[in-house]
């Protein structure tokens, strides 16, 4: 059980604690982002809500629609009609949204508090969102009850007051408190499970969005991807929350109307409910269900969006451990779903031109297609797809035992080539929906026993796990949670640090390591501590005493092997490098190119998240390939700058013409008379020759 914001992940909790200590600062910032996000898209529906209002008001069997009654008000009341009761909305539904978001975090912490341990918050997490959502409606109801009682009168009655003190005044003095809550229990039978709606699929579909949304996918898109699942979220909160609230929200409208007859709010309710009935009690759910959704989705994503702009902690949501292992329903679902729409579009036949093709309107309908959509509905609900289902079933026939036996057996003979690692690949992901962490357990004893060379090829063999693009994402999932938890000993092993062979395993691990980097294999601070600990690694191996390192020098044989397995490995790279696409870029980066990118080795490095953030911005202004890790690679290895490049630059200074002495400039001399400037000429000058004897020459 993790804690998290209401769309997004967020800390990780302490040891021993069950939730994160909020300060009444850190209330103050959930109840600003949610006084904001209900504040902007209610103020937005205001003019929807007075014509809705004034249609609600209009005599039985008038048949005004919400163009012709906004027509009407503009004529008779000008534009600003339509915003008339603007005030008491924005103020009260300031309050409510702030008291039903930040009191739904604290109900939340309570619950989870009073659980008393992980393992019972897990178990009871459904009815903790639950009550929490509810308390905190009750409360925002609560509130805003006497304002929104205000705004209706305001609407209905023209001139009944000018702006909300007065109105609240007059309807203090004219009808009391009790004036005030008139309809206070309907409207509680109608926000209460609209919140329930709200809150509980929100945490539900962000859930399933963890589940079958990759982290490097929502990396890859940065803020879009991050926006895009907020919406999508709350548009999945927002027709939950029409349905769940539809009802109550039809017999408040009859009510409004005058329907129901005499006696308390709650008898007309009653009343009203037998006359409706179960069919038309849900008349006029789809306008509800398209307005609410767009209204719940801007909530989530403005609440979101202005809490991280003024520093709001994430909320608490309750994570079951197994749910890390568990994407791959999800995932499966989904997948099956896209494969069976692909293998039911047929390619259309070729006819004869003259022939006119055959009406749809007119062909017999098929009543065995609509049974095997159904059937295809059924499976694709169900906890896996087809081919997953086949391949467990095989697993489960299979012995665990006889599965582990032929896995150690793969593993042992895994090495540089091709057909060795698929080999073992196949029995990763047939078994990883049941065995994983047996499998998982077979490759870290192998690893313990191994010797130097086959340990890196079964760090190879982990690699080729989290970034072989055949493999599908929710394999990776299956085995991440693994991989988290034994990183360190993984590298340790492979690297280890009492061995003076283990110094050819070291370029291998690192170079692994920066790939996992780029392609978010993991988290970023992770690897970037095994890094550390491989420098570390690196430091202690070179230190080493000769006596040591001469009882752990690589034999004859083992290393000609490792040099056969390199060049295998190598060639693999380079295929691999060279069949996939160049590196695309964007109009964005041609144009806005930044200093900083023009260095090769920009890849290995991203921007440094927030601290309260797991996920880790990235340029979106290139996209990686395989080409670009293999030059970066090949770059890092040949751009070291050593003492002697420092040496030969300092010589190539001292040559330039830099660094040569200045010139000499003549010395001044005196003036000289013109006799003896003749004289001193003449001295000066050696002998001629005759003129036969003379060369040409350059006058001076």
Known sequence: MSAASTSSAGYKMEPGALTSNFSVGDYARFFASGALCATITHGAMTPV??????????????????????????????????????GPTAVGYLIQGGAKFAGYEFFKKKGVDLAGSHEAAQRYRQAIYLGGAAAAELIATTLLTPLEAARIRMVSERGYAKGLVSAITRMGAEEGIRGFYAGYAPILCKQIPYAIGQFVTNEWAHTVADATIPKEDRAKYGKAGEVTIQLGCGMVAGVAAAVLSHPADTLLSKINKGGGGQGSAMTKLIRLAVETGPVGIWAGLGTRVLMTSFLVSGQFLIYNQVGQLIGKPPGIEIRSDSEKADKAVWSVRINFVRSTCKCRRKTPRARNPKIPPPDPKLQPRNPRSTLHTALLIFQA?????????LRCKQAAEMDPFQVRLRFVSALQRVNASLPTIQKALSFVVEHAATLHPELWECITDEL??????????????????????????TVRSVYTPHLERDLYLIFDLAVPEDRWNALLNLPAATKMISSWKSRFVLERGLLEDVEKMLEVRRAALYAMSPEKRRKTVVEAGDMQRRIEEDRERHKRL???????????????????????QLDPTYLTRTQTASPRAERHDVDGDRVWTTQDLDFSHMWEETSDFNDDDVEAIQEDLKLSWANQPPPTQPTPQPPIHPSRAQERFSASRPPREPASMRHPQRAP
């Open 49 to 86: 809500d007075v014509v809705k209002t004034r249609i609600q008001l209009e005599p039985k069997g008038s048949k005004a629609s919400m163009l012709s009654m906004g027509r009407q008000i503009i004529a008779s009341e000008g534009p600003a009609g339509l915003l008339t009761g603007f």
């Open 381 to 389: 609900t169900s906890t896996t797809s087809l081919p997953f289902l």
């Open 574 to 596: 380079r295929e691999r490098a060279w069949i996939l696409p160049a590196t695309a870029y964007t109009s964005q980066s041609l144009f806005g190119t930044r200093p900083e």
């Open 448 to 473: 313990k026993s191994a010797s130097i060379n086959r340990r890196i090829n079964l760090l190879f063999l982990i690699d080729a796990i989290f970034t072989d693009d055949t493999l599908s994402a």
